[in-house]
């Protein structure tokens, strides 16, 4: 008889920390208006965002995030980890390579990176048009 390998359970969220999430995302949310050129505010966001499964607007934080401060490789990290759920596996590769630029030696972004399937494997799931028109919208 084959065994089966264990089934991965779907993690649920408590309602207490579920509504400490939505709390935090509203703080950051009132924080970055009131300071909209402050790369953490938009980071942390991206990191609620990301807890929610929120994963678009957890790459859009980090996207502004980076534009804001290029040279912090969690903003990179943040960005690669949400492609990676919306399974943009190209796109997470270069985000997370931008981040090894940024800082050579950080352990969790080359674990992130070594992760991944191999180069020619890194399929995108956004078209080129619109990865070209979202590069542009971050610059306008």
Excluded at 52 to 79: C, G, H
Excluded at 88 to 96: G, I, K, P, S, V
Aim: proline share 7%; charged share 25%; net charge positive.
């Amino acid at each position: 008889a084959r065994s089966r390998p264990p089934r991965r359970r779907k993690r649920v969220m408590s309602p207490t920390r579920l509504a400490i999430i939505r709390l935090l995302l509203e703080c950051y949310t009132r924080a970055i208006d009131l300071d909209p050129n402050n790369p953490v505010y938009r980071s942390n966001r991206a990191a609620t965002y990301f807890q929610l499964n929120m994963f678009q607007q957890a790459v859009d934080d980090s996207q502004w995030a980076i534009e804001l401060s290029p040279t912090t490789a969690k903003f990179y990290f943040r960005k690669g980890a949400a492609h990676e759920k919306l399974g943009q596996l190209y796109e997470a590769r270069l985000a997370y390579t931008n981040g090894l630029r940024q800082d050579p030696g950080n352990h969790e972004i080359q674990a992130a990176l070594a992760a991944l399937p191999p180069p020619g494997q890194c399929r995108t799931s956004m078209a080129m048009e619109e990865r070209k028109n979202k590069a542009t919208a971050f610059k306008e």
